[in-house]
């Protein structure tokens, strides 16, 4: 995946696809849902997943909705699968099981990502940490896809402190835990009040990986802070949002544009796509969008990059020292600048 996106400046990296928009919860915040359309039918899911494959996507998210409601949802993770694409999953987790935690293992699912904003739960949100900790057992013992645990702050909930309760008890089953910035319809962010801005601080702290997007996630920070990002949104090209009706979109949050169908979808589409400025970029508080133009940060200049990952780190734990595999990338693109020259020139990256 990393490598077709440094490869190619304009190829999709990530696609959401929508299979249902039915929910089996109201949550208050959530404008993404409702509690009568069908799932899409299954020729139709195995079509457009195949376009998304022509089109070079390297990463499909699975949303809704609710996905687990769909009756074939397995076959669908197993045709993103045969085309070599990595198959993602969002869901509320109310609807696993033991055996269907399995279905999902043969079917070939790469991730995992639950939404739990609470402790217990309240009339913002159902999806509870006392409701689901018996799913996490089991995803915990059977599950053979990576986990992840988001919590969401921003949203009125009664005990925001609940979200760092959340992402300890992720990491205690060894899940990853990350936090999200809640965001309007449009999806515009605002800054966290104090008392949320610390629990984010205490969440984020919980990262380790070297290499992972909490420290790296800059827009994340001047969010918080009710900041504006200089950044270029390449929603429409490295990111797809399709809805249930087949048709691409900016994101889940900028639904109607380009609204062209997906069956109809070109390469020159995501040409110019990417080149368009967003109006709504500065504020936008959509992570997966966010992520995938980090991918064209790197391709743009490695140097800096790799030069800012490894001070952001050293500036939340000073006493970090790179593992070996990270020395040896520091010394090649820091160190050597011919190395770095030759690097660029066989991938094609501007410098």
Same mark, same amino acid.
């Given at each position: ?62 949303s ?12 669908i993770?197993?045709r ?10 969002i ?49 915990a013992?059977?599950?053979e ?13 009664r ?10 008890r992720?990491?205690s ?14 999806g515009?962010?605002?800054a966290?009040?104090?008392r949320?801005?610390?629990i984010?601080?205490d969440?984020?702290? =919980?990262?380790t990986?070297?290499?992972? %997007? ?5 827009? #994340?920070?001047?969010? &918080? $802070?009710? @900041? ?19 048709l ?77 595999? =990270? ?5 090649? %693109? ?5 190395? #770095?020259?030759a690097? &660029? $020139?066989? @991938?094609?990256?501007?410098?």
């Open positions: 995946m990393f490598a077709a996106a440094i490869q190619h400046r304009t190829r999709p990296v990530l696609a959401q696809i929508i299979p249902i928009r039915r929910c089996n919860l109201a949550c208050a915040y959530c404008n993404e849902f409702d509690h009568a359309s069908s799932p899409v039918t299954l020729p139709v899911m195995l079509a457009r997943i195949d376009k998304l494959a022509a089109l070079g996507v390297s990463i499909i998210t699975i809704g909705g609710e996905p687990l409601l769909h009756p074939e949802l397995e076959q993770i197993r993103i699968r045969s085309h070599g694409a990595i198959a993602t999953l869901s509320n987790a109310y609807l696993l099981s033991p055996d269907r935690i399995r279905a999902l293992n043969r079917a070939g699912l790469d991730y995992l990502q639950i939404s739990i904003d609470n402790v217990e739960p309240d009339d913002i949100s159902m999806k509870s940490l006392r409701v689901l900790e018996r799913k996490l057992e089991w995803l013992r059977d599950a896809f990576a986990v992840t645990i988001n919590s969401v702050l921003g949203i009125d909930v005990h925001p402190e609940d979200a760092l309760a959340v992402a300890r992720a990491r089953l060894g899940f990853n835990s990350t936090v999200g910035i809640a965001h309007d319809g449009s515009q962010s605002q966290l009040p104090e949320q801005l610390r984010y601080r969440i984020r702290r =919980l990262e990986g070297v290499f992972s %997007f909490a420290h790296y996630d800059r827009f #994340q920070e001047n969010l &918080v $802070r009710g @900041l504006p990002n200089q950044w270029h949104c390449h929603a429409g090209a490295r990111f797809l949002y399709i809805c249930e009706d087949g691409v979109h900016w994101c889940s949050q900028q639904r109607g544009t380009p609204g062209i169908p997906l069956a109809d979808y070109t390469l020159e589409d995501v040409e110019r796509q990417y080149a368009i400025q967003k109006s709504c970029a500065p504020s936008c508080g959509i992570s997966c969008v966010h992520q995938t133009a980090m991918l064209d940060q790197i391709r743009e200049d490695p140097r800096r990059m790799l030069q800012e990952l490894i001070e952001r780190r050293r500036a939340s734990e000073p006493d970090f020292r790179a593992p070996l595999l =990270l020395r040896g990338i520091a010394w090649m %693109f820091l160190d050597n600048p011919a190395i #770095q020259k690097f &660029v $020139r066989v @991938l094609g990256v501007r410098r």
